[in-house]
């Protein structure tokens, strides 16, 4: 288990807060966890933490989320994520159709209580066949998990900006869009079936529409997680230029 002085040592490497390195390590601690019992084959690792734990490394993360592709019941994950290193446990699980959110409270290295989210999305099937790779981090060996395929990880985030006014999304897309080892028209592709699926539908002014919504949380949502924030007015022009948005 880490300890405060190798966290100090890694926040200073990172030039981020203290209090964001260590919710990074239970956040890995916890996905460690999970691809190490009997979820390892139930759950698909996806979302922005995926992106940036298995191929960008550019940011933190502040949350985990999943698709379930087999049922897991509270009791078998409540085994697994409620753990005495990390004094952690499930303050609150809120179950839908759709979906389960649990927000999980731990009291770690630096002994003060906080919480982490896990965001289980039951909605839909992979389009892709699904691939399991390994993820790195400071903390631990190399952890293997389950997840997307890039593209796959890409249209998820396309429709992200599609449907909300998330300053992550934005810079997530705009971080890929400097990869230059993905298939741009093939998510664009997968991301309109996600959007069918969701009974909505592609368009693309809904992603450059409002966006004085996610500059005005630009700064405030992206400083604890990056040391580096791109220009806001960058970002957007690139997203437009590949897009083909030339309004």
């Not at 919710?23 to 084959?41: G, P, R």
């Not at 019941?73 to 979906?99: C, P, Q, Y």
């Not at 500059?215 to 580096?228: A, K």
Request: with cysteine; net charge positive.
């Amino acid at each position: 288990m880490i300890d405060k002085d190798e966290l100090v040592r890694i926040a200073r490497k990172e030039e981020l807060p203290l209090g964001t390195i260590e919710k990074d390590f239970v956040l890995t601690y916890i996905l460690k966890k999970i691809y190490e019992s009997s979820l390892k084959d139930k759950l698909i690792f996806k979302g922005g933490t995926a992106l940036h734990r298995l191929y960008l490394h550019k940011r933190m993360s502040i949350d985990l989320d999943f698709t379930e592709i087999s049922p897991v019941k509270s009791n078998e994950i409540k085994k697994i994520i409620e753990d005495k290193n990390i004094n952690s446990k499930i303050r609150e699980i809120v179950r839908t159709d759709k979906s389960t959110k649990i927000v999980l409270s731990y009291i770690s290295v630096l002994e003060y209580k906080n919480n982490i989210v896990l965001d289980i999305s039951k909605r839909e099937k992979p389009i892709l066949k699904l691939i399991k790779k390994k993820a790195k981090s400071p903390y631990f060996k190399e952890i293997e998990i389950l997840t997307f395929q890039l593209e796959e990880l890409i249209a998820e985030k396309i429709r992200a900006i599609e449907q909300r006014k998330r300053p992550r999304d934005y810079l997530d897309i705009y971080y890929i869009l400097n990869k230059k080892s993905f298939d741009f028209e093939k998510s664009l592709k997968i991301a309109k079936q996600k959007l069918k699926l969701d009974k909505d539908s592609f368009d693309i002014e809904r992603i450059f529409c409002d966006l004085d919504v996610v500059r005005n949380l630009w700064e405030r949502d992206l400083t604890t997680i990056l040391p580096d924030i791109p220009d806001f007015d960058k970002v957007i022009r690139k997203l437009k230029k590949k897009f083909g948005y030339l309004k």
